[in-house]
Protein backbone atom coordinates (compact mmCIF):
# COMPACT_ATOMS: atom_id res chain seq x y z
CA UNK A 1 0.00 0.00 0.00
CA UNK A 2 1.56 3.02 -1.02
CA UNK A 3 4.73 1.97 -1.08
CA UNK A 4 4.63 0.11 2.20
CA UNK A 5 3.44 -3.35 3.15
CA UNK A 6 1.11 -3.20 5.91
CA UNK A 7 0.03 -5.29 8.88
CA UNK A 8 -3.10 -5.84 10.01
CA UNK A 9 -5.65 -9.04 11.88
CA UNK A 10 -9.44 -8.82 11.97
CA UNK A 11 -11.23 -10.37 14.69
CA UNK A 12 -14.88 -10.99 15.32
CA UNK A 13 -17.81 -10.21 13.15
CA UNK A 14 -20.56 -7.13 12.13
CA UNK A 15 -19.79 -3.63 11.72
CA UNK A 16 -15.92 -2.66 11.41
CA UNK A 17 -14.02 -1.28 14.23
CA UNK A 18 -10.54 -0.06 13.15
CA UNK A 19 -8.13 0.42 15.73
CA UNK A 20 -5.05 2.66 15.19
CA UNK A 21 -2.32 2.87 18.13
CA UNK A 22 -0.11 5.85 18.70
CA UNK A 23 3.36 6.57 17.81
CA UNK A 24 6.30 4.48 18.55
CA UNK A 25 3.80 1.46 19.67
CA UNK A 26 1.73 -1.24 17.50
CA UNK A 27 -2.11 -2.90 17.44
CA UNK A 28 -0.33 -5.12 20.35
CA UNK A 29 -1.27 -2.11 22.78
CA UNK A 30 -4.91 -2.40 22.32
CA UNK A 31 -4.63 -6.26 23.75
CA UNK A 32 -8.03 -6.44 26.25
CA UNK A 33 -9.88 -3.72 24.22
CA UNK A 34 -9.64 -6.28 21.05
CA UNK A 35 -10.99 -9.28 22.86
CA UNK A 36 -13.93 -7.62 24.39
CA UNK A 37 -14.69 -5.30 20.94
CA UNK A 38 -15.07 -8.73 18.78
CA UNK A 39 -17.80 -9.59 20.85
CA UNK A 40 -20.18 -7.84 18.94
CA UNK A 41 -17.91 -5.97 15.96
CA UNK A 42 -15.63 -6.90 13.14
CA UNK A 43 -12.27 -5.59 15.07
CA UNK A 44 -9.37 -4.61 12.53
CA UNK A 45 -5.86 -3.59 14.10
CA UNK A 46 -2.87 -2.66 11.89
CA UNK A 47 0.21 -1.09 12.68
CA UNK A 48 1.17 1.67 10.85
CA UNK A 49 3.61 2.29 8.35
CA UNK A 50 7.22 2.13 10.42
CA UNK A 51 5.43 0.59 13.34
CA UNK A 52 5.87 -3.00 14.81
CA UNK A 53 5.43 -5.69 11.94
CA UNK A 54 4.56 -2.73 8.47
CA UNK A 55 7.26 -1.43 6.58
CA UNK A 56 7.68 2.12 5.35
CA UNK A 57 9.45 3.71 2.20
CA UNK A 58 11.88 6.41 2.24
CA UNK A 59 9.72 9.45 2.64
CA UNK A 60 8.71 11.37 5.72
CA UNK A 61 5.91 9.66 7.81
CA UNK A 62 2.94 11.87 8.04
CA UNK A 63 -0.80 11.96 9.03
CA UNK A 64 -1.70 12.49 5.55
CA UNK A 65 0.10 9.35 4.35
CA UNK A 66 -0.97 7.03 7.03
CA UNK A 67 -4.85 8.56 6.58
CA UNK A 68 -4.03 7.05 3.23
CA UNK A 69 -2.91 3.51 4.62
CA UNK A 70 -5.83 3.60 6.50
CA UNK A 71 -8.23 3.99 3.61
CA UNK A 72 -6.07 1.60 1.63
CA UNK A 73 -6.92 -0.93 4.23
CA UNK A 74 -10.15 0.00 4.17
CA UNK A 75 -10.74 -0.64 0.02
CA UNK A 76 -9.00 -3.73 0.34
CA UNK A 77 -11.21 -5.21 3.13
CA UNK A 78 -14.50 -3.78 1.43
CA UNK A 79 -15.20 -1.63 4.40
CA UNK A 80 -17.32 1.47 3.00
CA UNK A 81 -17.36 2.65 6.54
CA UNK A 82 -15.87 1.92 9.91
CA UNK A 83 -15.77 3.35 13.37
CA UNK A 84 -12.13 4.54 14.24
CA UNK A 85 -10.46 4.14 17.69
CA UNK A 86 -7.27 5.98 18.23
CA UNK A 87 -4.85 6.57 20.77
CA UNK A 88 -3.46 10.00 21.52
CA UNK A 89 -0.20 10.51 23.70
CA UNK A 90 0.34 13.86 25.12
CA UNK A 91 3.85 14.63 25.93
CA UNK A 92 5.21 17.38 27.86
CA UNK A 93 8.08 18.64 28.25
CA UNK A 94 9.68 20.61 31.12
Not at 5 to 13: F, H, L, N
Not at 17 to 37: C, D, F, K, P, T
Not at 60 to 67: G, H, I, R, S, V
Request: hydrophobic share 45%; charged share 20%.
Amino acid sequence: MNGARIWYAAYGSGDPVIMLHGGLANSNYWGHQVRELAKSFRVIVMDSRGHGRSTRDNRPLTYDLMASDVIALMKHLNASKAAIIGWRELARFV
